[in-house]
């Protein structure tokens, strides 16, 4: 069974960086699409940044020109380079792929705060 594992969440101060790690396990397949979510309470799960198996990458407009999504297809782990964090990045973070999902992984979570 494959299973979606996230790391690398914290505290941070705001303007700090941080790098996500998602590591999918059980599987050998080389995932099309690969993306980040962030999710706050009471809130719906938001599209953070996605990676296609070629490289291709897209970004919420939120995120843009700060974060930077990345992967290794040999370790199929992908990851989230985080940089000038702001408290409005505080989420539980999680990983995924398409066009088929997995089961949801528990996240890490990421907290911007002085």
Do not use: H
Not at 71 to 99: F, G
């Amino acid at each position: 069974q494959v299973q979606l594992v996230e790391s690398g969440g914290g505290l941070v101060q705001p303007g700090g960086s941080l790098r996500l790690s998602c590591a999918a396990s059980g599987t050998g397949f080389v995932f099309y699409v690969m993306d980040w979510y962030r999710q706050t309470p009471g809130k719906q799960r938001e599209l953070v940044a996605s990676i296609t198996n070629r490289g291709d990458t897209a970004y919420a407009d939120s995120v843009k020109g700060r974060f930077t999504i990345s992967r290794d297809n040999a370790r199929n782990t992908w990851y989230l380079q985080m940089n000038s964090l702001k408290p409005e990045d505080t989420a539980l973070y999680y990983c995924n792929k398409r066009p088929i999902p997995l089961a949801w992984g528990q996240g890490t979570q990421v907290t911007v705060s002085s």
